[in-house]
């Protein structure tokens, strides 16, 4: 089953403009961590945040973490046509025995229009 | 260096065939996942292994579905009797040693398609 789920399912942008998107999630983590997938190609890695951590930067991503209401979002700001492609937040359990499975969300398809 | 390969990228099959996947980690990465993506299920985590030892196996849908990995380096997933349901993209990543509560970046191949017709 999804744990994460993300919101909105799509979104549709002008260049320049920032791209906010939200995931949600059911059960205690070590962290969470956001991924990008373009089409036809893997999955890559974008951030990190562990679980006591509120808030990390990296180039233009901006990813918080509220673990009282067990949601991050993503911004990436000054959004190119290049950041088209889906999104996905990964939860990593909390729970000893799992500690290395990613359990993903639905995904977010974001369309930055030149 | 290279990064994680899968092969083929495209596999179309007929339903009640056998299918083997393939996945080529990183040299030196000692872990290996296998995650499936559809368009019912979203992305699911499949198998791990941790050298040539699979000590969770949880995500496999069904015991038509199977993964060995030998020498720590090449996985196989094989698909036996594919059913249209099994019409997915395979994801193969691979990541350092796991330790416990800490993090191991896991690096993505770019998948193998299946269609099963």
């Known amino acids: 089953s999804q744990q994460g789920e993300e919101d909105p399912q799509a979104l549709s942008i002008q260049e320049g403009e920032n791209a906010t998107m939200n995931c949600s999630y059911k059960t205690s983590i070590n962290n969470l961590q956001w991924y990008r997938q373009n089409s036809g190609r893997g999955l890559v890695h974008l951030i990190l945040?562990?679980?006591?951590?509120r808030e990390k930067h990296s180039g233009r991503l901006r990813v918080t973490l509220d673990t009282s209401k067990k949601s991050s979002s993503l911004l990436i700001t000054a959004s190119r046509a290049a950041d088209t492609a889906s999104y996905f937040c990964?939860?990593?359990?909390?729970?000893?025995?799992?500690?290395?499975?990613?359990?993903f969300g639905k995904g977010t398809l974001l369309t930055v229009n030149p | 260096g290279a990064g994680v390969s899968q092969s083929p990228s495209n596999k179309v099959t007929e339903k009640g065939k056998d299918v083997e996947l393939r996945c080529d980690p990183i040299s030196g990465h000692t872990a290996l996942y296998w995650y499936r993506q559809s368009l019912g299920q979203g992305l699911e985590f499949l198998i791990y292994?941790?050298?040539?030892?699979?000590?969770?196996k949880s995500g496999l849908p069904s015991d038509r579905f199977s993964a060995e990995r030998t020498g720590g380096s090449v996985s196989t997933l094989t698909i036996q009797r594919t059913q249209q349901e099994d019409s997915a993209v395979y994801l193969c990543?691979?990541?350092?040693?796991?330790?416990?509560?800490?993090?191991?970046?896991?690096?993505f191949g770019p998948g193998t398609r299946l269609t099963v017709l």
């Open positions: 990964a939860t990593v359990s909390n729970s000893g025995g799992s500690n290395y499975k990613l359990t």
């Open positions: 292994f941790q050298g040539n030892s699979a000590p969770d």
């Open positions: 945040i562990r679980s006591n951590e």
């Open positions: 990543a691979s990541s350092l040693v796991r330790l416990a509560y800490s993090y191991n970046e896991q690096f």
